[in-house]
Each structure stands twice: as C-alpha cells, then as structure tokens.
C-alpha cells in the first residue's frame, strides 16, 4: 500500500532563510506523480509544485523546487527566500490516480 | 483562485440528515477526485471519476455517493449523517488522471 511519511510534525524558520521540507514515499507503482499542496488556515489547498516519477530533473516552480530522490523513495520541497506568507500547513502527496497524502508539516515563518 | 468551485462552502445538519456537496471542475479538466480532510484521519481519497465513469475508489463509506454528469460537474451524496462524518469536504480535478490536480475551496460539514 502507499504511504507518505512527513517527519517533522511543525518546523519554525527565519523570513528570507531556505526552508527544506521532507517527504518520503513508499509505492510498488512503475509510474506516479508527485506533489507538493500548502494549506493556510483559510483551509484552501493550494497546489505547488508536481514532480513525475520519470522526469530526470527536479521539478522547479518560482522560489519552490522538488529535490527527488527517487532510489530513496524522498521528494522533499525546498521553499528559498521564505516570507511570512509561506507560514502554512504543507502536504506531501503522491499518486498516479488517487493522491495518498502525508499528515503534513506546519511551517511557521519568523519575522 | 484554482478555477475548481464547490458549494455550499459551510454546512450545518443534523445527525441522520442527507446532503449534496457540488463541484464544477476547471474548464476542460475531465477528472474529477474526491476527498475528505478531518482532524483524526488527515486527507482521505474518497472517490475518482473520468468523464463521466468511476475511475478509483478509496475509502468511501456505503453511505457515501457520487456521480460526474454529463457537463462533466460532480456531487457527492453523503446520507444517514453521523457526527464523524463533520470534516472539510474537497474537490479536486486535474485534465487526464495522475497530473496535478487543482482543489476547490471546500465544502465545510458540520453534524449536530
């Protein structure tokens, strides 16, 4: 069965600091996305960043980018210059039809 | 704004009650998921539907229904409400299946 393990129930991080957030899969599928959402306490989910298993390159969105590690089964996102706004749940998923999801990290940006 | 709308946004019924959450997909996106977000469980795939088909199903109750109608919008039927079923409802919907899938704001359901 999948499963996503999210290891760092809460993280705090200085505004402007890089910010690595770990994500680790467990899957016998061949071929599957994976994906990054942001939830604020406004509770929408917001869709970040996608990562597909054969893609040789790591995938990069703005100031996001998905270091994938695919022999150890890690897809963990890299925010770069965090800003106050980045405070946020954020959930690792992965999939090929339905999304399994991570219990997420809730991320806290200092001022 | 992910283009994915859902209504209502909050719900409040009683225990026993029926309800229909709705979802309009983003335009030309022919997959259309379901899932439920409770504190407990976390983020959980309910259902999948394809233009119109069941695609995947999760872990959605017997109580639980949905359909894709023709216009390619989504409802999903949630009956004999019991007080766990209070959790945010989400829609999602994504072009072809495994690609990245867009959520609406969800549907907030509360059982009294």
């Known amino acids: 069965a999948q499963k996503i393990t999210q290891t760092q129930p809460g993280m705090f991080v200085q505004e402007k600091e890089a910010v690595t957030l770990d994500c680790t899969y467990d899957t016998s599928d061949q071929s599957y996305g994976l994906f990054w959402y942001k939830q604020p306490s406004s509770g929408e989910m917001i869709f970040l960043i996608y990562?597909?298993?054969?893609?040789?390159q790591n995938a990069t969105e703005g100031r996001y980018s998905l270091n994938f590690q695919k022999a150890r089964k890690s897809a963990n996102l890299v925010i770069s210059a965090s800003q106050l706004g980045d405070s946020a749940m954020y959930f690792c998923?992965?999939?090929?039809?339905?999304?399994?999801f991570g219990q997420g990290t809730r991320l806290t940006i200092n001022p | 704004d992910s283009g994915v709308t859902q209504t209502p946004k909050h719900l409040i019924t009683a225990t026993g009650q029926r309800v229909t959450l709705r979802c309009s997909p983003r335009?030309?996106?022919?997959?259309v998921y379901w899932y439920q977000q409770s504190l407990d469980q976390g983020l959980q795939f309910l259902i999948q539907y394809y233009n119109g088909e069941e695609r995947a199903k999760g872990n959605i109750l017997e109580r639980f229904s949905a359909q894709q109608f023709p216009d390619l919008h989504s409802e999903l039927n949630l009956s004999s409400l019991e007080l766990g079923d209070s959790a945010l409802y989400f829609c999602?919907?994504?072009?072809?299946?495994?690609?990245?899938?867009?959520f609406g704001q969800g549907t907030r359901l509360t059982v009294v």
């Open positions: 999602a919907s994504s072009p072809i299946s495994g690609t990245e899938a867009f």
């Open positions: 990562q597909g298993s054969y893609d040789e």
């Open positions: 335009s030309g996106d022919l997959s």
């Open positions: 998923a992965q999939g090929a039809q339905k999304l399994v």
